[in-house]
């Protein structure tokens, strides 16, 4: 494992990489929270039923587990900064084929590019800001997704106006080219070595121990990803499928649906500023299980609104709890393997991208036979199944005695 100055293992500083580090989350939260809540609109554009546009999803999920298998090989032999450069420039271009796309098939082809590019530049950057931050990694981690989804904040409202003046969702979505260009700028000025792995770097192999033995860290290890497979389902269902489901109980138009959906960025937005620190103080693992609890009571609100303003009320408290689910499970999984976090990161990456795969068209399918109300309830079932795998993984890791010096899981593994 890369081995970190004592300032930079003890402390949390927002240094000149660590910043280079946040903008992935700018680029991929304003496509991801522009993007996400405008498929229906793009259904509409290209004349295609809620299941064919969930689509994306699934192409977005073949897209993301593609990354998996290649960002560790890609990080490893031409190190870190060639990694996040090339999937920066990989998104920009996809973004502008997503826009320019006339049909459904030139559509999906384009998430496909962009979802490629877009999970090799986190899968790159996590463990990066893992290495860079060792036991303050789940508030570097936290944080910055929060820098990310409070950019994004401004997505759902850019979608919302721009349909508002007549000019449709894609001026909004291509902003994320730009941005990807400006990050682009940013880790170019970063010099290799640390965090920003040099090509063929090998992580220093750490000694297995009774304490730190594999088996001992599966149970825990494979918890926390149920945690993050879940989070992310209700995350893109939720994104992809809120406008729809405005528009059916409140009757409001395309636009102010779309607006809606800026409720649930703001309040992931908010939440993640707090639970970053929260996250050095009080267990994780407690933290994920309570923000599963809190996200079924904005679902609550949400699914039994009659008003687009009682709906966004339902979409900020849900966001209150989805903000801290991706995050934490991310921070307390690659605690699991502090000596191998690209590895750890690709794993998660391929589980995430059948996440992405299966929720959206599933909710979209679903809504097709029995309508996006009802199909809304399949939300609080996969919440409750977070919350039940972030409990027992928090017992395990517990049980496991995780050194003390690994980031996160050690430094509350004691709680």
């Not at 996250?279 to 904005?298: C, K, N, Q």
């Amino acid at each position: 494992m890369v081995t970190l100055p004592d300032a930079e293992r003890t402390g949390f500083s927002r240094d000149r990489i660590t910043v280079a580090f946040y903008g992935t989350f700018v680029v991929w939260g304003w496509f991801l929270y522009s993007f996400n809540p405008s498929v229906p609109l793009l259904a509409k554009d290209l004349g295609v039923s809620d299941a064919q546009a969930g689509l994306h999803g699934t192409a977005m999920a073949l897209g993301t587990i593609l990354a998996a298998f290649l960002t560790p090989r890609f990080v490893r032999w031409s190190g870190r900064r060639p990694a996040l450069i090339s999937s920066l420039a990989l998104i920009a271009c996809g973004v502008v084929a997503l826009v320019l796309a006339p049909a459904l098939g030139w559509s999906l082809a384009a998430i496909f590019v962009v979802a490629v590019g877009g999970n090799i530049l986190i899968s790159a950057t996590q463990p990066g800001l893992a290495l860079r931050h060792g036991p303050a990694s789940s508030a570097a981690l936290t944080e910055g997704n929060g820098v990310g989804s409070s950019v994004g904040l401004v997505g759902p409202l850019a979608v919302g106006a721009c349909v508002a003046v007549g000019w449709g969702w894609r001026p909004a979505v291509v902003v994320t080219s730009l941005l990807a260009l400006v990050s682009l700028a940013l880790y170019a000025r970063i010099p290799v070595g640390g965090a920003m792995t040099p090509a063929r770097a090998e992580p220093v192999p750490t000694p297995v121990t009774a304490a730190s033995s594999p088996t001992r860290t599966a149970l825990p290890a494979w918890c926390f990803l149920v945690c993050m497979v879940a989070a992310v389902a209700m995350e893109f269902a939720t994104t992809y499928w809120a406008t729809s489901l405005v528009i059916d109980q409140t009757d409001a138009g395309a636009g102010i649906a779309a607006a809606t959906t800026a409720g649930l960025v703001f309040g992931m937005s908010v939440i993640r500023f707090v639970v970053g620190p929260l996250s050095l103080r009080i267990a994780p693992a407690l933290l994920l299980a309570v923000a599963f609890a809190v996200a079924i009571g904005g679902w609550t609100i949400l699914w039994t609104a009659t008003t687009p303003a009682v709906a966004m009320i339902g979409l900020v408290v849900s966001g209150l709890g989805y903000g801290a689910q991706y995050p934490l499970s991310v921070a307390l999984l690659l605690a699991t393997a502090p000596h191998r976090p690209d590895a750890t990161q690709a794993r998660a990456t391929l589980a995430v991208g059948l996440a992405i795969g299966v929720s959206p068209f599933a909710l979209g399918a679903l809504a097709d036979e029995v309508g996006t109300h009802q199909a809304f309830l399949l939300v609080p079932v996969v919440a409750l199944v977070g919350a039940s795998f972030a409990v027992v993984g928090g017992r395990a890791a517990r049980r496991a005695a995780v050194p003390v010096d690994d980031p996160v899981l050690g430094a509350t593994a004691d709680r």
